[in-house]
């Protein structure tokens, strides 16, 4: 069998990584890897890597300056032994077969990107949250053998009209291969969606299996909230990027890659304060929301959520931000 590397960056993470690590720890499958890269914690985060380390051979734990979580996801890229890659956050945690579902769905389809179902966590006491996810075990045998193949672009495309998949690189197993030449940009936010649509580009077959084996911890701080002045506009600039990259390089994907900026846009202004609303990045957002909402009204492929707010958009340009922005703020309190 083929070694799985398990790469996990690691950041102030003391009250999740003994989860996130046993989690893993507990697989079916035990042909991996474990890269923990610890990207210069304060708390006690990286003891508590060292000392599994101590007790667990196939963990190996690297100690870095605090450059962020693309670096030190880039650094467990260069150190993995595997000929196949997958990332796990620190605050989450997996099925115990997480990783023989996800073998099994690439030997079973000879995809070079396999994903399983996810799971949305709410922050809670240990205890509680440990009884919420005993919960999530329980799915049926339809479930684990069902699966959706993409060929050729047909992925990329699923990814940009968000069919199955995120910009996001947790939940995934990807072949090694996939990542030559292609690394998280550093120095930057947003850092995934600078970078997850490049390697869906070079995937020949890519799947997705309805299996519900990772446990995203969804938390009001957590990047996905972040209401950051420089992350939005690094989301921004390479959500752009990625549309001259689809323009260039994949024509036939560019109708998926514009619903993917329309999204991007609506989401960064849910996020965006209302008396924000008159500043040059938000009138852009707004501009490039109005422009693409015609496009996204026609394109019978988007996400109904998409076809919805570009209606809204076309209807009332000026009631769109206060729309947005209320739903997410609403959202936000119920985590």
């Given amino acids: 069998m083929e070694l799985i590397s398990i790469i996990v960056p690691v ?20 042909d991996y890897e474990l890269i923990l890269v610890d990207d210069g914690s304060r ?16 963990i190996r734990v690297f100690h870095t300056e605090n450059r962020g979580a693309a670096a030190a996801r880039n650094y467990g890229i260069d150190q993995a032994k595997g000929d196949w890659i997958t990332f796990i956050d620190s605050d989450d945690t997996v099925e115990k077969d997480h990783l023989g579902y996800l073998r099994w769905l690439q030997q079973e389809t000879g995809a070079q990107i396999v994903k399983s ?10 205890e509680k949250r440990a ?29 940009l009209y968000q069919e199955h998949f995120m910009s996001v690189p947790w939940g995934m197993l990807m072949e090694k291969k996939l990542w030559d030449g292609v690394r998280f940009p550093e120095g930057t936010e947003a850092e995934d969606m600078g970078t997850i649509y490049r390697i869906f580009a070079r995937s020949q077959k890519t799947v997705y299996g309805e299996h519900k084996t990772y446990h995203y911890l969804q938390r009001g701080s957590s990047t996905m909230y972040a ?19 689809v323009k260039e390089n994949y024509p036939e994907c560019y109708a998926a890659a514009l619903s ?20 040059r990045f938000g009138a852009r957002l707004k501009q490039d929301i109005q422009f693409l909402a015609k496009r996204v009204c026609k394109d019978g492929e988007c996400r109904r959520m998409n076809r919805m707010a570009a209606r809204l958009a076309r209807v009332s340009p000026s009631m769109i931000h206060g729309l947005l922005r209320t739903y997410y703020v609403a959202k936000k309190r119920r985590l």
């Fill in 260 to 279: 993917r900026h329309f999204s991007a846009c609506c989401q960064i202004l849910s996020e965006t304060p209302l008396y924000l609303s008159g500043t």
């Fill in 117 to 126: 179902g996810h799971e949305k966590c709410r922050p809670v006491d240990l």
């Fill in 11 to 30: 950041y102030q993470a003391q009250d999740y990584i003994m989860d996130c690590v046993d989690s893993i720890l507990a697989q079916t499958d035990q």
């Fill in 43 to 58: 708390d006690f985060s990286g003891r508590l890597c060292d000392e599994y380390a101590e007790i667990h051979p196939q």
């Fill in 131 to 159: 009884q919420e996810l005993e919960g999530f075990e329980r799915h049926t045998m339809a479930d684990q053998l069902s699966y959706t193949c993409y060929e050729g672009t047909d992925g990329l495309k699923a990814l």
């Fill in 227 to 245: 209401t950051s002045r420089t992350r939005n506009p690094a989301y921004y600039r390479h959500s752009r990027q990625m549309l001259l990259f």
